[in-house]
């Protein structure tokens, strides 16, 4: 037997049989003479020549988007920390979260993300309207964020005022023996 053939066996059976490995003797051998010839990339193979429009992960896009818009509101050259900062980063992470959502329904562990980043987003320009009014009214109009300004507590009548009050319950429980 030829020292290209190998012996394998088939499941369960005693039987051996011959595969072939390596090179026949019919196989070509590159050459000297062959050394001149181009190598065919993929793309030619498929006939394409601007083939350079492949699809970019939105991942990529929003991370590109996220720099553009940190760039925008950072208040001086190496700001990382302000609110219109990190407000302008999640806004953008929020919006790519939310098409993911839109794209993958079941996924409950980035809406969970989701819902906390919301809710940070919030906080943040919570403080931000607290501490400046202008620069919160300038990052929300600039972000095109619905964000409901944090107001005084309201007393209990002004929160409950508009509906009607409990019936009174006294002494209605004597009365039943």
Same mark, same amino acid.
């Given at each position: 037997m030829p020292s290209y053939l190998l012996l394998q066996p088939q499941c369960r059976t005693s039987a051996m049989k011959p595969i072939a490995v390596g090179l026949?003797?019919?196989?070509?051998?590159?050459?000297?003479?062959?050394?001149?010839?181009?190598?065919?990339?993929?793309?030619?193979?498929d006939g394409e020549e601007g083939a350079g429009d492949e699809a970019i992960p939105a991942r990529f896009i929003s991370a590109q988007r996220i720099q553009e818009l940190r760039e925008?509101?950072?208040?001086?050259e190496t700001d990382t920390g302000s609110?219109?900062?990190?407000?302008?980063?999640?806004?953008?992470? =929020?919006?790519?979260?939310?098409?993911?959502l839109k794209d993958h +329904?079941?996924?409950? #562990? @980035?809406?969970?993300?989701?819902?906390?980043?919301?809710?940070?987003?919030?906080?943040?320009?919570?403080?931000?309207?607290?501490?400046d009014e202008q620069r919160y009214a300038d990052?929300?109009?600039?972000?095109?964020?619905?964000?409901?300004?944090?107001?005084? =507590?309201?007393?209990k009548e002004d929160k409950y005022g508009r509906f +009607?009050?409990?019936? #009174? @319950?006294?002494?209605?429980s004597k009365n039943k023996k």
């Open positions: 026949a003797i019919d196989d070509d051998i590159a050459t000297e003479e062959d050394a001149g010839e181009e190598i065919i990339s993929a793309v030619d193979l925008q509101h950072r208040r001086h609110p219109e900062y990190q407000v302008a980063g999640m806004t953008e992470r =929020i919006s790519h979260l939310t098409q993911h +329904p079941k996924d409950f #562990s @980035t809406r969970r993300g989701l819902v906390a980043l919301v809710n940070k987003r919030r906080r943040l320009l919570n403080y931000l309207f607290r501490e990052i929300v109009g600039a972000l095109g964020v619905r964000h409901r300004v944090p107001g005084a =507590i309201a007393s +009607p009050g409990q019936k #009174s @319950t006294k002494g209605k």
